[in-house]
């Protein structure tokens, strides 16, 4: 009932009594005024999409020790790392930061390399030293110490951009082929009402210490990231890269090269009246600031009820409409290279509605909504965010919680 503490929504979780919902369930029940909400214990909650501020660290074995004095330089599949901050002199072992926005191309960086490493494949990795170069290659098992630490991410609202200018726009806010002029699109994130910290928007619970979950692996809330404010709130997150799943995680092509996609879990408690009515919040109460993407003010808004209310979370493909260009520009553009082309969904396809503009079949189709942009209706081309996924995070989480394996205030695993 309203007004349990914290420590009594957790006795009901390992008694295994605790009434648990997925933030979707949850928010079908508010629609339909349902007052079984009143007896809701945890909502779990997610969000997937790209998170810039995602970095990773790691302690790297590769060479005997003595074989070289420090590490000038190193790269992971091309892409860059920064050395350090610990030296290491004369070990063999590198210790590095790479970041999700680093890349070696414009269509391989730091988050597909992240989803390598957690996918078990041989990474290779190439360190200068004093002018010699040693290669070697390493499986993320191999490699004891990898920690991923989100810097800034899982806002409680993003900015939705279009382009007022007559030309495209290159731009991180797009998919491969820029962001189309004339507001001929716009370009979404967020996963709006089922979001962690949308459901716990003072951070109540969300505090330094609160369970998480990144990238499917145990995590720990450190605090408030980078450009957090009252107003946005956004989480920092660390958790062990050893225990990650591929298919919460990966890179996604823009037109202004590689970001990283990132997912963030967690279950909220419902322990006060004010509890229920921050997790009883629905994509039309939630404010989407829309700004030209030329200087990122935001002058209109509207709602997340734009994005997600009526609209598809899957992209439909009809197979039979297939023409068999000799080149599918749909896998030209897709952002995570899922290969559009196989006429099945794959484990890359994020629903981003890309494919749905570019196909000159018409084999994909989606429903992704429109805004308001200054009185013009500008239609929904691509989605950074993918609510399908998050509401499997959020199904999964469902399950653990139901079946008492969960702690809310420590570690749930090796942290």
Partial sequence: MIGDSID??????????????????????????????????????????????????????????????????????????????????????VDCVIYGTSFRDRSYGGGHLFRDMV????????????????????????????????????????????????????????????????????????????????????????????????????????????????ERPNLSIEADMHQMRPEFMGGFRTSEGPECLTSVASAIPVTSERGLKEVSVLDGDIRLPLADVKDRRPLFSDSYASVWNGTDRRVSIDPGKCLRCDMCQADDLCPRDAKPSLLARGDLCMDCGLCASTCVGGVFSARLGSVVFGGRTVPVGVRQSSRAIAEDLCAELKERVAGGDWNLGGANGRI
């Avoid at 009143?38 to 020790?65: K, Q, Y």
């Avoid at 993003?158 to 716009?186: D, H, K, M, Q, W």
Wanted: hydrophobic share 35%.
């Fill in 119 to 230: 996918s078990g494949r041989t990474i290779d990795i190439e360190v200068v030293s004093e002018g010699r170069v040693y290669r070697v290659g390493r499986k993320l098992s191999e490699i004891p110490f990898a920690r991923m630490v989100l810097t800034r991410g899982c806002f409680r609202n993003y900015t939705c951009f279009v382009n007022a200018s007559p030309e495209g726009r290159r731009t991180i806010f797009s998919g491969p082929p820029g962001l189309g002029g004339s507001l001929s699109e716009a370009s979404v994130s967020g996963c709006g009402e089922i979001n962690p910290v949308q459901n716990d928007p003072e951070l109540t619970y969300l505090r330094p210490g609160a369970s998480a979950v990144l990238n499917g692996a145990p995590a720990m809330v450190l605090g408030c990231g980078t450009r957090s404010s009252e």
């Fill in 8 to 93: 009594t929504v957790q006795e009901k979780i390992r008694s295994r009594k605790a009434r648990v919902y997925t933030a979707s369930e949850f928010k079908e029940m508010v629609r339909r005024n349902d007052a079984e909400t009143r007896c809701a214990d945890v909502i779990t909650c997610g969000t997937f999409g790209v998170m810039s501020g995602t970095m990773a660290i790691l302690s790297i074995p590769v060479a005997e020790a003595g074989e070289f004095r420090r590490a000038d330089s190193v790269t992971l599949n091309g892409v860059p790392a920064t050395v350090g901050p610990c030296p290491n002199e004369s070990l063999g072992i």
